[in-house]
């Protein structure tokens, strides 16, 4: 019976939890488009629902805060009330409280909150402005037009009168999809299971290819090939049913946003409009649950550093409002998240300056980094463009934090930024963590992998062919010269196999283009990424292990790690 | 013993649902009173449970319904509503509800008006 009772307290926590969940970017949507009867009755179902679902379960508190959120919003819905930024405050103040009742239920903490604040703050809300004025609103605010413009007559009716509701606004008709909820462990073992089919059908293709090239015509060879194609195809629908069971729309992440920058943008005195697109793009259930610490890192910042006060903007020709776009993309293989503001860009020489006093960088060094290289000293540990840095973007953590969260799920940032006209921040991630395309790379004796998605092109050379200049080996390709390093040198492996050739890997990993010079390229072969426990993946550049088709196990190379920690030492 | 409930509030339907099948009912959940009615026509109801403003077909036009078809009018109905509204009472009584219960109510209060109501009919048939 208990049991029975937690299920249903759960299933009010989820229902409840995404209720107001939702309710945030529409209080935005409020603020922006003034009184507008259909959000405020959108919102106005949302605190209904919680407050009736509350009262079945007998939870007090929850009602008696829903219900005063509720009579405010009703009273905004029938125009006798003017909705003012102090209202909305309250209101936005109550779903805060709601959740942290809401919280407390799911920890089943027993605490005794005390709830009579943001009562208090409520009934004085409605206290304040319970005598309706329509016409002359006494709340001064800076959006009078908008509100003019959302209080029509036609609010007036009352919503109460049940012949009425036959006409109320249509409720979007529900789609009915059939769900389930699964446990995730559950999904993941299936994921696992999948990637043991994947390795399982790679070594079963290398055996069916060697018996085809020893018994070339024998009928049971020819039917195993066909079998084994098969297979191959259907392991692949596979493993995209299993990727596709954990993708969840990034929504999921981005709704927290609208909130969050206007409660940031409010406490700066600045005024930013924020956009965003794409919300629909899926990406895997990991990346949900870690890109967004990262995201709202690099927002705050943009809020903080990049969009400038309304007089400065003023004053440099720019709408007083600021922007800030967060675009959500799929791009072959990978997705990319654009954070994009309208702000004053990022200083080259300001940055220069920092990473010199900081001690990142030598005067000699800084002459010679191009400004992409400067703004990309932004990303090292111990660098932040304020001194003093402000409540909003400070707290101790860099952004180095945002680079090496976003290389935890094998992915990189850019940044582009132009003075005055802005700054992008670019997150690419790979689509899925779990099984990527590698190619089998030789160093001496040892076989590595490496991801395929940060290959541009390989090419065979010979020794002399590469260049010095002034310490660093390059090659010349297409009249671009790129740095070349040694992978033996790098992994201290050497053996009697240098010849006077070298597979040169050319690599493109965030705005970076390098080579990598290997003794032999074995082929490409789709891998199963399995974390290896007890080693640092950070520190050592090891990105995992994989069982190849042959059963051997190889290490997979975090080219990404690598290229950083060369770059960083050779400058 | 199989409830319908009748609300235009997927939480509140699904909330409901809950509650009730713990305490050992049956659930059939519909949107709104057209919805009810289709869901009475295929079911075996034992009672309504219906929120009163709903799109489409508000809770007193489907209990007037009810009580119109002689196949369906002897099911007992509860009214759980918003409205605390003496008038609105009324009006629900007159259509023909058997109780009506002001929103927030608990899941206990809910049982007890549903336990009430069908000891009410059972003493009258015994």
Known sequence: MTDEMDEIINEFIIEAEEILEGLDPLFVELEQRGQDAEIINEIFRGMHTIKGAAGFLGFQNLVDVAHRAETILKKLREGEMIISPEITDAILKATDVLRMLIYHIKTKEEVKEDINPILNLLDSVLSQASIPQVEEPKVATEKIEEIKEGIKPEQEEKVIKPEETVSQIPKEKEKEVATLRVDVSRIDKVMDLAGEIVLARNRLLNLANKLEAKYSGDENVESLIETTAFLDRVTSDLQLAVMKMRMQPLQKVFVKFPRMVRDLARSLGKDIELEIRGEDTEVDKSVIENIGDPLVHIIRNSIDHGIESPDERLAKGKPEKGKILIDAYQKGTQIVIDIIDDGKGIDVEVVKAK?????????????????DAIINLIFLPGFSTKDVSTEVSGRGVGMDVVK????????????????????????????????????????????????????????RVKVSQLKEVSGQKVLTIREKVLPVFILNELLGVFGQSDSDKKYILVASVGDRRFCIAVDAVLGQEEIVIKTINGIDSEACGIMGATITGDGKVVLILDLALISRKVFSVKG | MKVLVVDDDKTTRKMLSLILKSKGYEVVTAENGMDGLQKLGIEQINLILTDMNMPYMDGIEFIKQVRANPEISHIPIVMLTTEADE??????????????????ATGEQIVESMKRIIKKIFGKKE
Do not use: C, H, W
């Open chain 1, 404 to 459: 090496s969260n976003v290389a935890k799920l094998n992915g990189y940032v850019e940044i582009f930024t132009e003075k005055d006209k802005g700054t992008t921040f670019r997150i690419s991630l790979p689509l899925t963590l779990a099984i990527i395309q590698a190619m089998m790379i030789q160093v001496a004796e040892e076989i590595y992998a490496v991801p395929q998605s940060m290959i541009e092109e390989t090419l």
């Open chain 2, 87 to 104: 008038e609105e009472k009324q009006r629900a009584y007159k259509a023909g509800v058997d109780d009506y219960l002001v929103k927030p």
């Open chain 1, 355 to 371: 990473a010199i006093t900081k001690g990142l960088i030598t005067l000699e060094e800084a002459e010679k980094m191009s400004d």
